[in-house]
């Protein structure tokens, strides 16, 4: 079974509000399996348009990954971030075939 994953981007204009994001958020991350895989961090931007903060977040299944953004627990911490931030965020399945040789 493939993956999910959320790929999100995202610009925060108030780091104390965002703190408490990331708090209420680790509730629903912690139920669903999740696991950063990238958390911020350096980045170039060689195409195309960018925001300040990028994340990839690993999920069980492609279903955990939907389950947990339509959540409960994460629907609370849309509503933490979702004053203080603009962002663009992808649910995608993973991939499991066949590699580059």
Same mark, same amino acid.
């Given at each position: 079974?493939?993956?999910?994953?959320?790929?999100?981007?995202? @610009?925060?204009? @108030?780091?104390?509000?965002?703190?408490?994001?990331?708090?209420?958020?680790?509730?629903?991350?912690?139920?669903?399996?999740?696991?950063?895989?990238?958390?911020?961090?350096?980045?170039?931007?060689?195409?195309?348009?960018?925001?300040?903060?990028?994340?990839?977040?690993?999920?069980?299944?492609?279903?955990?990954?939907?389950?947990?953004?339509?959540?409960?627990?994460?629907?609370?911490?849309?509503?933490?971030?979702?004053?203080?931030?603009?962002?663009?965020?992808?649910?995608?399945?993973?991939?499991?075939?066949?590699?580059?040789?």
């Amino acid at each position: 079974m493939a993956k999910g994953y959320w790929i999100a981007r995202v @610009d925060v204009r @108030d780091d104390t509000v965002y703190a408490k994001y990331r708090d209420a958020n680790a509730i629903a991350f912690k139920k669903y399996g999740a696991r950063f895989i990238v958390r911020g961090g350096k980045f170039e931007n060689p195409e195309g348009s960018s925001r300040t903060r990028n994340v990839v977040i690993e999920f069980p299944s492609y279903q955990a990954a939907l389950d947990c953004w339509n959540s409960p627990e994460y629907k609370h911490a849309i509503s933490i971030r979702a004053p203080i931030s603009e962002g663009d965020i992808v649910i995608i399945e993973g991939y499991d075939g066949p590699q580059p040789s």
